[in-house]
């Protein structure tokens, strides 16, 4: 997914910060997707590719104004990247190290539910917890009628009941190592916030809308808090796209693999224009 990538000064940035953190990003790069599918090395995989994207793309979309940035879950940090919020070195090496301590929160998982709204998947959670059944929570409000839970196994394997019990068009397990986004990561971020707490952070050029509560953040002191939740807080990413067209944003612009976000943000803002940036030909194209 980095190829064209790796030779820009950015990228070799970017892989250098990593080496520094004992993880050879280039190898993983150059393999094959099982290769790249764990999570200590997905994140920083991504950050690279997306940090180098968005940097062509500022470059190349001479007369856009960008009004706000945001991104998915590990997605702010590039986000960050963009808006001169964070340093790309520091910004990998935070991620390279918030990779390894989700890697090594083992316990729960995540599961699906399409065609659910926010409300129902509330409730399902609700009532799992006063069944006694465990912790499971809204980690990722995507879209429109796709929400996805995070929590313990046994509280998932019974909020999947429910929720095909009260008509949930498609419930399913995801294929992910922990409970990301949930209270369960809750040891993580307690090891992972003292290394935000000393990385330097700066004022965003532009607003971020930001994961936790969807707020457009533009100071150092608010954007590096909202860091510090995002491990166990829900990624509100309707309320993302939302405030992004608030602020005034027409087009918007995804970059990174494949055209996931696009595809959520049609659904949030069908009104928007949308463009996937997945090679650096394609943001010579932005503009246009």
């Not at 992910?176 to 003292?194: I, N, T």
């Not at 100071?219 to 939302?242: F, H, K, N, S």
């Not at 659904?267 to 949308?274: D, G, L, Q, V, W």
């Amino acid at each position: 997914m980095a190829e064209g990538l790796l030779d820009t000064a950015l990228a070799r940035t970017l892989l250098d910060a990593a080496s520094a953190r004992g993880l050879d990003l280039r190898a993983a790069l150059a393999g094959d997707d099982d290769a790249l599918r764990p999570t200590d090395i997905a994140q920083p995989a991504l950050l690279l590719v997306e940090a180098v994207l968005a940097e062509a793309v500022m470059h190349a979309a001479e007369g856009l104004e960008v009004v706000g940035v945001a991104g998915h879950s590990v997605g702010e940090y590039a986000a960050l990247v963009a808006v001169g919020a964070l340093d790309p070195a520091e910004a990998m090496g935070l991620v390279v190290e918030r990779g390894r301590a989700m890697a090594a929160m083992r316990e729960g998982g995540m599961a699906a539910l399409l065609g659910a709204e926010a409300a129902l998947a509330e409730e399902i959670c609700r009532d799992v917890a006063a069944e006694g059944g465990g912790v499971v929570v809204v980690a990722n409000l995507n879209a429109p009628g796709q929400v996805v839970l995070s929590g313990a196994r046994d509280a998932l394997d019974r909020a999947l009941v429910l929720a095909r019990e009260r008509g949930v068009r498609r419930a399913m397990p995801l294929n992910v190592s922990g409970a990301f986004h949930s209270p369960l990561m809750a040891p993580a971020a307690e090891r992972f916030g003292a290394l935000l707490d000393a990385a330097a952070f700066r004022d965003a050029t532009v607003p971020v809308a930001c994961n936790v509560d969807g707020e457009a953040v533009s100071d150092a002191t608010g954007l590096r808090d909202r860091l510090r939740r995002q491990l166990t807080a829900p990624v509100r990413w309707v309320d993302c796209v939302t405030t992004l067209r608030s602020l005034g944003a027409e087009l918007l612009v995804e970059v990174g693999p494949g055209s996931v976000l696009s595809g959520l943000a049609r659904r949030i803002a069908p009104e928007a224009r949308t463009v996937s940036v997945s090679r650096l030909d394609d943001a010579v194209a932005v503009h246009a």
